[in-house]
Nanobody, 122 residues
Framework: QVQVVESGGGLVQAGESLRLSCTVS????????????MNWYRQAPGKEREWVAT???????NYADSVKGRFTVSRDNAKNTGYLTMNSLKPEDTAVYYC????????????WGQGTQVTVSS
């Protein structure tokens, strides 16, 4: 059974930094951790869940415009763990942050964590 667990959230002041972790335990059938894309999403109260960043199996990265230049996504395949480093945090970054693991195409399955709360005070 695959488990995806986020950690590292908390309460910080505007301008500060946090690093979120996403650790995968168990095996995704037919795929190795290093092959899978790791996506970060967030959901603020009363809003739709939105995509934040992606790191692919080949370590290509992509970011939403709202976080570009402030957030960095990375991975350590030896630890089955990915990271979202968030700098210069703003109150509008307040949300529950979710990690999503997705095997490469043509597979359509994906695996979600339970989320970790990030609160940025002004």
């Amino acid at each position: 059974q695959v488990q995806v667990v986020e950690s590292g959230g908390g309460l910080v002041q505007a301008g500060e930094s946090l690093r979120l972790s996403c650790t995968v335990s168990g095996s995704i059938p037919g795929s190795f951790f290093s092959f899978n894309a790791m996506n970060w999403y967030r959901q603020a109260p009363g809003k739709e869940r939105e995509w934040v960043a992606t790191i692919t199996g080949s370590s290509s990265t992509n970011y939403a415009d709202s976080v570009k230049g402030r957030f960095t996504v990375s991975r350590d395949n030896a630890k089955n763990t990915g990271y979202l480093t968030m700098n210069s945090l703003k109150p509008e970054d307040t949300a529950v942050y979710y990690c999503n693991i997705r095997p490469p195409p043509p597979r359509i399955d994906s695996y979600w964590g339970q989320g970790t709360q990030v609160t940025v005070s002004s």
